[in-house]
């Protein structure tokens, strides 16, 4: 007996995005594989995002509901409430500002069809547009991580944006609901607990358009929010990221965004955490040397070593895209 098609039901948390919501629907509403709803959760905006899902989605075949907040709780408390009104068997989850590609949804769905419960979470590459226009196509998520994802996601979010990821209904419910309280790494902390209770299926393709420091509202652009997130997430899997080797890496992070803040002598100690966690790392290494530099002189480091690795990703899908084009897939 077959695999039943996957019923996908579709949270978009949104606050103070009334401009840009209608775009994500519409690449709901564009796909070529069809969610049976979609799940709008206005978290307390105070701009017209009612009418903007409205007028995108008008002339819908796809049932469409707003679900409102009183007050903003935040993204973690919007995708809850979208969560527990989802009927579907999977749940996919796509941001605000985020645009996913025409077979988002096939691809999903041919994943579920083909490896039947083996896993609970799909999820796939996604490229980055910049604030300038411009696409990132050296993202680090794109590519399958070839190791456990339960170890890998000890050391680095390795499945990335929610937008890129469906996880089937049951899973949801026996992890729990998403973390409310954490600042950041909101993404990562789920897809933690997911590894502790199911399998991960990653599809080594782009299907969505991750927005990069959109209008200054991503956690992602607030240093003081991302340092939050990440202690938290640090404390709370401790045990977890530490079985998987993953505390330096954890530090090195840490050490980055307080450079960001900038709290400099907080920098250092992460630095030289991570340090005594892999002595070996020559990047942390020259890392905790330069915090002692200046932040200048920090920052000319770190963007070298990230045009350095982009160039390495560079080559690395470059060589990837002609073993595929060649059919070779070993």
């Not at 989850?93 to 077979?103: A, C, E, G, I, P």
């Not at 069809?113 to 979470?121: E, L, M, Y």
């Not at 339960?150 to 609901?177: E, M, Q, W």
């Not at 895209?321 to 060649?326: F, G, T």
Request: glycine residues 6%.
């Amino acid at each position: 007996m077959g695999q039943a098609p996957p019923r996908f039901s579709v949270v978009i948390p949104v606050y103070q995005r009334a401009h840009v919501v209608g775009r994500a629907l519409r690449s709901v509403l564009a796909q070529t594989w069809l969610p049976v709803e979609i799940l709008v959760v206005d978290d307390g905006s105070t701009d017209a995002v009612e009418a903007a899902v409205h007028k995108a989605t008008a002339e819908a075949s796809v049932p469409t509901r707003v679900l409102r907040h009183d007050t903003n709780r935040g993204a973690n408390a919007a995708r809850n409430t979208g969560i527990e009104a989802a009927s579907g068997s999977w749940v996919s989850f796509l941001d605000s500002d985020d645009v996913w590609h025409r077979n988002r949804l096939a691809r999903h769905a041919e994943a579920i069809q083909a490896i039947g419960d083996r896993a609970g979470v799909i999820y796939s590459a996604f490229e980055i547009v910049r604030t300038d226009g411009s696409i990132d196509d050296t993202s680090p998520y794109q590519s399958c991580v070839r190791e456990p994802v339960s170890v890998a996601l000890g050391r680095r979010n390795v499945v990335g944006t929610f937008s890129t990821a469906s996880v089937r209904a049951d899973v949801l419910r026996r992890v729990g609901p998403l973390d409310e309280s954490l600042s950041s790494c909101q993404d990562w902390d789920l897809w933690i607990r997911c590894a502790q209770c199911t399998s991960f299926h990653c599809i080594d393709e782009k299907l969505v358009t991750y927005t990069a420091g959109y209008a200054g509202r991503r956690i992602t652009a607030r240093p003081d929010r991302v340092r939050e997130g990440h202690e938290a997430l640090l404390n709370k899997h401790r045990v977890f990221i530490r079985a998987a080797g993953g505390e330096g890496h954890l530090f090195h992070r840490l050490g980055d965004v307080c450079m960001r803040e900038p709290d400099v002598k907080a920098a250092r100690r992460y630095f030289g955490r991570a340090v005594r966690e892999n002595p070996r790392c020559v990047r942390w290494w020259l890392k905790w040397l330069a915090s002692w530099c200046g932040v200048r002189t920090f920052r000319r480091l770190r963007n070298a070593l990230r045009r350095l690795r982009r160039t390495r990703l560079g080559d690395l899908n470059a060589t990837a895209d002609a073993r595929l084009q060649a059919g070779d897939t070993s």
